[in-house]
């Protein structure tokens, strides 16, 4: 079955970039009309759709986040990335990477995609 799982630190200072890696297992992002997504949930929040990377390679963000937000896939590794540059206190959030069949964007739901990561906390301390 296919699995995913996050890596990357768990405290980034403000300014800094955060990235982010999710590695998937027992299947392929290229596997055709498979959108690889990154969401977050600050404390307290509900779950933000923050973008997603295509089975082709072509990106879409949040526009919120956009101007700082930078999703890339290394296929060899069948792995895909974040990075969200200057980051603040208010990026705190527990990130999650998920996959889903066919594009979803805006408010996450859990049952709209098939398969998530169990999601790592990241904290930006000020």
């Known amino acids: 079955q296919v699995q995913l799982q996050e890596s990357g630190p768990d405290l980034v200072k403000s300014s800094q970039t955060l990235s982010l890696t999710c590695t998937v297992s027992?299947?392929?992002?290229?596997?055709?009309?498979?959108?690889w997504s990154w969401i977050r949930q600050p404390p307290g929040k509900g779950l933000e759709w923050m973008g997603a990377?295509?089975?082709?390679?072509?990106?879409y963000y949040s526009p919120s986040l956009k101007s700082h937000t930078s999703i890339s896939r290394d296929t060899s590794k069948n792995q895909f990335s974040l990075q969200l540059s200057s980051v603040t206190p208010e990026d705190t959030a527990v990130y999650y990477c998920?996959?889903?069949?066919?594009?979803?964007?805006?408010?996450?739901?859990?049952?709209?995609?098939?398969?998530w990561g169990q999601g790592t906390q990241v904290t930006v301390s000020s």
């Open positions: 998920a996959g889903a069949k066919g594009l979803r964007v805006g408010v996450p739901r859990q049952d709209e995609y098939d398969y």
């Open positions: 027992g299947g392929s992002i290229t596997t055709r009309y498979y959108y």
């Open positions: 990377i295509a089975y082709v390679g072509r990106t």
